[in-house]
């Protein structure tokens, strides 16, 4: 054992022996064990991520990032599975239900729907098992950094969304995460694998207690050729949980992934989100919706990559801050050598509603082809519009509540791209109820 691995061993929790010995708790699939070997050994090995010599980092400083006091998040479930269901915070019907405790599945419902299985990674079998040994790890690799890497030593709580081809899945999935237990470090996974022509939209719902918490989500997203997925995340983190996020998908010909991330809480939510269109004539739409209270840090990092000819892709992403908070976007739009026709859009827009709140816009093109349909991008950061807001007040409406008026229909935009009037209604509540903190 090298000397760097004997010191993080001394200096955290998180180290190889209680990574190994959590696999060794959850009795680990094969693919499964693997990972977390890896990611531990990667772990000790690699260094936080440097603002000063990788760009995603730029305006977050994670070097001196500190474990210490964090221990894996093993709790057990405490309640009965039918409190938990009655006290889920999901309405309206579901194709399957998925609700988690400190990355415990407590209780798992799948509707008769044909073609549609749902399972937690612990003690997944047959036809479960097989997929999850071929695709996870295959987008979010745990090599790309110490998160990551420490993602996979920690991984609890997988859950696999798997659609068979020619299957329309008409009502959503519905997977509720909650970290309630302080001190903590969690690593839940999500991967969606789909086959030919399939279409299914799958809702994520994180919440937190107020305690400290470190989240490391990892959302791998495998479209067959034809297929369309939705992935939707809501962050209703506490106001001490930090989150880093990785996302990653690849796509297959004519396949689409429309994602979008509301986030409406949280110390620090820090997103990576990738879409590589290696298909030919596929497609990708990334959305954001973010409203920043007291000293929130929301930072997203894009990348579109455009790999095959004919490929598109939209990106729209929108924050309203007060307080001290700070949004921040630094997003490239790649167009390879073999992206003949393609058809590319970045937007970043922010409303500063206070003289202390902050946004960093930094949208990037690379484009290696001459031969392109569009490739646009553009950003805007500042307060509400003076004259819109004058106009409301002539009509007899209260200031607080014409820049709230303003402040809706500058979301709505994200939220009203969103594919399903049920899914913009229960975003647009999301919303709602964050915006009543900035009265």
């Not at 506490?238 to 004519?254: A, H, I, P, S, W």
């Not at 031969?371 to 607080?400: C, F, M, N, W």
Request: some cysteine; charged content about 25%.
């Amino acid at each position: 054992m090298t000397s760097t691995i004997v010191q993080e061993e001394r200096a955290t929790r998180l180290g190889m022996r209680a990574s190994a010995a959590l696999g060794e708790q959850l009795a680990d699939l094969p693919a499964v064990a693997k990972l977390r070997a890896e990611g531990a050994a990667l772990a000790a090995a690699l260094s936080w991520p440097d603002g000063r010599r990788e760009r995603p980092w730029k305006y977050l400083d994670v070097t001196k990032y500190d474990l210490e006091g964090l221990t894996p998040a093993i709790g057990a479930v405490t309640r009965d599975l039918v409190e938990v269901r009655r006290s889920c915070p999901v309405t309206g019907e579901q194709a399957a239900l998925v609700v988690a405790q400190n990355s415990e599945i407590a209780i798992v419902e799948v509707s008769e729907a044909v073609g549609l299985s749902v399972a937690a990674f612990e003690g997944a079998t047959g036809t479960a098992a097989a997929t999850i040994a071929k695709h996870l790890g295959s987008r979010v690799a745990p090599e790309r950094n110490r998160f990551t890497a420490l993602h996979y030593a920690f991984l609890r709580g997988g859950v696999l969304v798997e659609v068979a081809a020619n299957t329309d899945v008409r009502l959503p999935v519905r997977i509720v995460r909650g970290f309630v237990s302080p001190d903590q470090f969690a690593a839940p996974h999500t991967l969606i694998v789909t086959g030919a022509n399939s279409r299914v939209t799958v809702i994520e719902d994180f919440h937190s207690s107020d305690g400290e918490l470190t989240v490391v989500p990892a959302i791998e997203i495998v479209p067959g050729p034809g297929a369309e997925v939705r992935y939707v995340a809501i962050h209703h983190w506490g106001e001490k949980t930090r989150v880093f996020l990785e996302q990653r998908t690849v796509t297959e010909r004519d396949s689409a992934i429309i994602a979008a991330h509301i986030v409406a809480g949280g110390a620090v939510v820090k997103g990576h989100l990738e879409s590589s269109l290696q298909g030919r004539g596929s497609s990708s739409e990334l959305f954001s919706a973010a409203i920043g209270t007291d000293r929130q840090h929301s930072d997203f990092y894009t990348v579109q990559d455009h790999v095959a000819p004919d490929t598109r892709s939209d990106l729209l992403f929108k924050a309203a801050l007060s307080g001290k908070s700070k949004a921040v976007y630094y997003g490239l739009t790649r167009v390879g050598l073999g992206a003949k026709n393609a058809d590319a859009n970045q937007v970043n827009r922010t409303l500063l509603l206070s003289r202390e709140a902050k946004a960093d816009s930094d949208p990037v093109l690379e484009i290696l082809t001459s031969d392109v349909r569009r490739v646009s991008h553009g950003a805007a950061a500042g307060p509400v519009d003076q004259e819109q807001l004058y106009y409301l007040q002539t009509r007899a409406i209260p200031l607080k509540e014409a820049q709230a008026l303003l402040v809706r229909a500058f979301l709505g935009q994200v939220i009203g791209r969103i594919p399903g009037e049920a899914v913009q209604d229960e975003l647009t509540d999301v919303i709602e109820e964050r915006m009543a903190r900035l009265r």
